[in-house]
T-cell receptor, first 115, second 113 residues
Framework: DSGVTQTPKHLITATGQRVTLRCSPRSGDLSVYWYQQSLDQGLQFLIQYYNGEERAKGNILERFSAQQFPDLHSELNLSSLELGDSALYFC??????????????FGPGTRLLVL | DQQVKQNSPSLSVQEGRISILNCDYTNSMFDYFLWYKKYPAEGPTFLISISSIKDKNEDGRFTVFLNKSAKHLSLHIVPSQPGDSAVYFCAASLNNAGNMLTFGGGTRLMVKP
C-alpha cells in the first residue's frame, strides 16, 4: 500500500459526459501528479500540482482540468468524454522538498470506460 | 518522440536465475531514474532509483546500473522469484521540469518455477 488513495476504482460512462476522479496523496506529500495509461500510449504525464498550484503540464487535453485543494487532495475533471479517453488514470504524490530527484508513489488507479 | 525506451516487451527467466531488464534514454538532461513494478489492475510500485551522479544502486535482490555515456540503465534481479513476475517500467525525470516522470513502454517479466 503506497498510501495514495484514488476513487472511484472503476467508472463507466457515456460519450459526451463529464466525470471527476479523486486522489488523496500520502500524508505529508505536497505534490500530486496525474498520469494516463492507455493501451497504445503507455503511461503519460498529464499534470502536476504543488501545494495547491499548477506546476507542470504534459500532454493534457483542453477538455481535461485538475485542481488541488487546501487539504492537498486533488481532482481530475474529464469533460466531453470520447471513446478514446477510456484508460487507466493514476495519481502519484511526492514530498516535493524542492531539491529534485524525488520518488513518486502511485495510487491504485481509476479505470475509466467510455461507451 | 520516445525519450525512454524499453526495447524488450517481454522476458522469461527460470526461478533462481538473474533477470536483466534494460532501458535506453535519449535526453541527456535526465537526472533521476526509477524502476517501477506493476501488476494488472494495480498502480505502479516503486522498486529502486538512481541519481545521475551514481552508476550503481543496490537494494536487496535489486540492483540498478546507469551508464550515462551510453544513455542506458538496467535492472538486475538476483535471484529471480515467481513473485517477481510483473510488468517493469523504467522512468526518468528532470529536476527543472517539475520532476514529471517519462516512462518507457514496459517489459513483462515471467519467472518460471
Amino acid at each position: 500500500d503506497s498510501g495514495v488513495t484514488q476513487t472511484p476504482k472503476h467508472l463507466i460512462t457515456a460519450t459526451g459526459q463529464r466525470v471527476t476522479l479523486r486522489c488523496s496523496p500520502r500524508s505529508g506529500d505536497l505534490s500530486v501528479y496525474w498520469y494516463q495509461q492507455s493501451l497504445d500510449q503507455g503511461l503519460q504525464f498529464l499534470i502536476q500540482y504543488y501545494n495547491g498550484e499548477e506546476r507542470a503540464k504534459g500532454n493534457i487535453l483542453e477538455r481535461f482540468s485538475a485542481q488541488q485543494f487546501p487539504d492537498l487532495h486533488s481532482e481530475l475533471n474529464l469533460s466531453s468524454l470520447e471513446l478514446g479517453d477510456s484508460a487507466l488514470y493514476f495519481c502519484a504524490s511526492s514530498v516535493a522538498t524542492g531539491g529534485g530527484q524525488e520518488t513518486q508513489y502511485f495510487g491504485p488507479g481509476t479505470r475509466l470506460l467510455v461507451l | 518522440d520516445q525519450q525512454v525506451k524499453q526495447n524488450s516487451p517481454s522476458l522469461s527467466v527460470q526461478e533462481g536465475r538473474i533477470s536483466i531488464l534494460n532501458c535506453d534514454y535519449t535526453n541527456s538532461m535526465f537526472d533521476y531514474f526509477l524502476w517501477y513494478k506493476k501488476y494488472p489492475a494495480e498502480g505502479p510500485t516503486f522498486l529502486i532509483s538512481i541519481s545521475s551522479i551514481k552508476d550503481k544502486n543496490e537494494d536487496g535482490r535489486f540492483t540498478v546500473f546507469l551508464n550515462k555515456s551510453a544513455k542506458h540503465l538496467s535492472l538486475h534481479i538476483v535471484p529471480s522469484q515467481p513473485g517477481d513476475s510483473a510488468v517493469y517500467f523504467c522512468a526518468a525525470s528532470l529536476n527543472n521540469a517539475g520532476n514529471m516522470l517519462t516512462f518507457g513502454g514496459g517489459t513483462r517479466l515471467m519467472v518460471k518455477p
